[in-house]
Nanobody
């Protein structure tokens, strides 16, 4: 599975952005998909995930109620709608195919990423 992220940019606190993740590869849209982010000097962290049929979504506590993940399998695209952005959301955002466990992304229970990382898309939120 290969991915290309887009849609990042510079936005003021309280603003919104929608990220897109184009997915390609054999049976690409049969995979569960996730968004991750990496801020300067920090490790990459999980943000949100959606299963292949859009029946389950799960979010990091830091973005619950503000971010919404969705997918359009006909367009081979996964989206991340980000509202009420905060300066601490500043990071490079990545998507990847993932393995959910019981509808949740928990690396301590066997969840993991499955594909190659893309180049990511930079999101910068000014205060």
């Amino acid at each position: 599975v290969q991915v290309v992220e887009s849609g990042g940019g510079l936005v003021q606190a309280g603003g919104s952005l929608r990220l897109s993740c184009g997915v390609s590869g054999r049976m690409a849209m049969n995979y569960d998909m996730g968004w991750f982010r990496q801020a300067p000097g920090k490790e990459r962290e999980f943000v949100a995930a959606i299963n292949w049929s859009s029946t389950y979504t799960t979010y990091a506590d830091s973005v619950k109620g503000r971010f919404t993940i969705s997918r359009d399998n006909a367009k081979n695209t996964v989206y991340l709608q980000m509202n009420d952005l905060k300066p601490e959301d500043t990071a490079v955002y990545y998507c990847n195919a993932i393995l959910l466990v019981n509808g949740d992304y928990r690396e301590d229970r066997g969840s993991r990423t499955l594909g190659s990382w893309g180049q990511g898309t930079q999101v910068t939120v000014s205060s």
